[in-house]
């Protein structure tokens, strides 16, 4: 039996387009196109109205989700999948589907960082990330979270304008929060179970600022597409065929996975394994 993960859990679809409506604008057969994290919203709100349909009080998430009709939506472990066109992105020619899927909501940030022209830093858990994250990913510099001194002699500098969380765990933000400049923001993307000690102080001695940010509205995620495709940013990856499902999530599990699996529904794409 199917886990509420293995049911549900099935965005960042891409595709080719087999048919459209008599009333679809956008694309036509053939087109290579996306599906991210949303298939609705409501259109009219404030937060729609500024293509921010990510914010939508009444947006409907492309798995889990009640649709409009009552029906809840399954995301895209399926051969065809209907959408609004709305809610899909075009992908490029030049951009391949499999290394573009992952970008639809989890981006690559490093590779936009470098390619926005920002100097990055990787901060992680794990010294061995190192070489991987200055050589492939292309980051100026590497610390290492654990490493109190590392942390403590960077934090003197007080270089870094701005610092993206994307943990999910529980962690401190003490030492986060001291490495920023004056000014400074520390923008959550991770999303831990449990809530984390915010130390006030630091905030205002320095005018630093906390906050979160989701996947992007519409507009957005087509111009993020649109600069992957100019820039050859592709998310690196390991093709899975339909059947290997229930391994991955094992190695999931395991944290046996270096790089985002991507689900080869229609067995169409060379497998990594």
């Keep these: 039996m199917l886990s509420w993960a293995q049911k549900y859990c099935r965005h960042e679809i891409v595709g080719v387009v087999t048919e459209v409506g008599s009333k679809v604008e956008k694309f036509k057969v053939g087109d290579k196109v996306g599906v991210g994290c949303m298939v609705g919203s409501c259109r009219s709100c ?10 939508c009080p ?4 492309t798995y889990a989700a009640k649709n409009f009709d009552g029906t809840i939506t399954y995301g895209g472990y399926s051969d065809i999948m209907v ?10 020619d ?4 499999d290394a573009a899927a992952p970008l639809l909501c989890a981006g690559i940030t490093v590779k936009f960082a470098k390619a926005l022209g920002a100097k990055v830093t990787v901060i992680s858990t794990s010294p061995n990330k190192k070489q ?23 934090a003197a500098t007080r270089t870094m304008d701005g610092i993206l969380d994307t943990v999910s765990a529980n962690h401190p933000l003490q030492p986060l929060i001291g490495l920023l400049k004056p000014h ?20 205002l001695t320095g005018r630093k600022k906390i906050g979160g940010t989701f996947f992007g509205g519409m507009k957005e995620t087509q ?8 820039h050859n940013i592709t998310a690196d990856i390991e093709v899975i065929p339909i059947d290997y499902v229930n391994t991955a999530m094992e190695r999931l599990l395991k944290a046996d996975v270096k790089y985002r699996f991507v689900i080869d529904i229609a067995n169409t794409l060379k497998p990594s394994l």
């Design 83 to 92: 959408a609004d066109e709305h809610f899909v992105v075009r992908i490029p």
């Design 184 to 203: 400074g923001k520390l923008v959550m993307v991770g999303a831990p179970e449990k809530p984390l000690e915010l130390p006030v102080f630091p905030l």
């Design 132 to 154: 991987e994250a200055i050589d492939h990913l292309g980051a100026d510099s590497f610390l290492v979270s654990r490493d109190e001194e590392q942390i403590k002699v960077q």
């Design 223 to 230: 111009e993020m597409i649109d600069f992957a495709a100019e």
């Design 46 to 55: 404030e937060s729609c109205d500024n293509d921010l349909e990510n914010y």
């Design 58 to 61: 009444k947006i409907i998430l």
């Design 94 to 97: 030049g951009l391949p589907l």
